[in-house]
């Protein structure tokens, strides 16, 4: 019994020596409680929806009307005209927009002889809860331009088409993107930020300190090492998440190249910030206990799960500056869209500018003695 005793004590002992590592357990159910309740239980606002009025008659700024009350009470929507419905599809596509109310030609015409008007609503159904929030909201637009004010003669009632510029999107397939973030973070996580500091520990990298070997050299190596392991594993997760998930045209080589360029980068990036934040920690107990922390931090405020739009002002100042963010919406671009690199020139910029920062940042906290 003494010796389970002794062993009891060791470990309290080693936990009282760690002062990080009690603090990041007290924090850990704490963050998590307070970010997964803000992720799921939040109100989705400021869809940027493209009006394009090719009426512009009475009835029709009735509609744009009622949509800037929506706008300015609500606030679920941000109004942006457009004049040219192609420009504002190519937008939409691009992600600059949510979705596109349509006011035919006709409509005032119809309105005014009862003769069915109709507007269209082309929403990126990739994204299910962003687009029947837009649903849901054009809808009830559409229900009080219905309902008459006063008494008329002529009661124009008007409906709405919903228009779909993509196939049923399942939820699988939606949360395939965060899915392969995720396995490219827990492999820089498991084979890059552990083992590195496992190996601090047992004295390994002295061996690399009494060689004339620059610092630069040493980060660059540590770094490009577990990138090769985060993209094998990205690309494994990739192509059988795609076919589980059932993606269209999963192996198409264009598709498959952009892919493999934006794993690299987020291998890169997440390596870079993983080696940053391990570069003088030394307490092997350390890494694993912020794992359940970064996870928190990193993937849910991306938008894997739920759209940002629906996040607090603080939760979406994360989201700027999360490369989880950019993986996330360059994965859902390639894989729900088959955009092309139009669409996601923004994420691979970051994912460069951050991985670049965060590398030499590194360099410059590493130890060269010993």
Do not use: C
């Amino acid at each position: 019994m003494h010796r389970t005793l002794a062993i009891i004590e060791r470990e309290l002992r080693r936990f009282r020596r760690s002062p990080m590592l009690i603090v990041m357990s007290m924090i850990f159910p704490l963050l998590q409680l307070v970010v997964l309740g803000y992720a799921f239980g939040g109100n989705v606002k400021h869809l940027k929806l493209a009006i394009v009025d090719q009426d512009h008659g009475v009835p029709a700024v009735k509609i744009r009307e009622l949509a800037g009350a929506i706008s300015s009470g609500a606030r679920t929507l941000d109004l942006l005209e457009y004049a040219d419905p192609g420009h504002a599809l190519t937008d939409l596509r691009n992600g600059i927009v949510n979705g596109v109310l349509e006011i035919p030609p006709d409509f005032s015409r119809r309105a005014l002889t009862d003769q069915q008007p109709r507007v269209a609503l082309i929403s990126d159904n990739t994204d299910t809860f962003v687009s029947a929030t837009l649903a849901s909201t054009v809808n009830s637009l559409v229900s009080a331009f219905n309902t008459p004010v006063t008494v008329q003669r002529v009661t124009p009632v008007a409906s709405l088409e919903v228009v779909e510029v993509y196939p049923y999107v399942p939820y699988i397939q939606y949360l395939l993107p965060g899915s392969i973030t995720m396995s490219i973070f827990m492999m820089v996580m498991i084979g890059g930020g552990i083992i590195f500091i496992d190996d601090k520990a047992r004295g390994l990298h002295e061996g690399y300190l009494v060689t004339p070997i620059t610092k630069l050299e040493l980060v660059a190596g540590f770094n490009l090492s577990g990138t090769i392991k985060a993209v094998l594993a990205g690309i494994v997760i990739t192509v059988i998440g795609s076919l589980i998930a059932g993606v269209p045209n999963p192996l198409d080589p264009m598709r498959l190249l952009r892919m493999l360029i934006v794993i690299s980068l987020t291998a890169f990036a997440l390596i870079s910030l993983m080696f940053l934040l391990m570069v003088r920690v030394t307490d092997p107990l350390l890494p694993r206990a912020t794992f359940g922390v970064l996870n928190t931090v990193l993937y849910f405020p991306s938008g894997a799960v739920y759209p940002q739009a629906g996040f607090p002002s603080w939760m979406q100042a994360i989201a700027d500056v999360d490369p989880f963010t950019y993986s996330v919406h360059a994965f859902k671009s390639l894989l729900l869209k088959n955009t092309g690199f139009d669409a996601i020139s923004y994420d691979l910029l970051f994912l460069v500018v951050f991985s670049t920062i965060a590398m030499t940042a590194a360099t410059l906290l590493f130890k060269r003695t010993l």
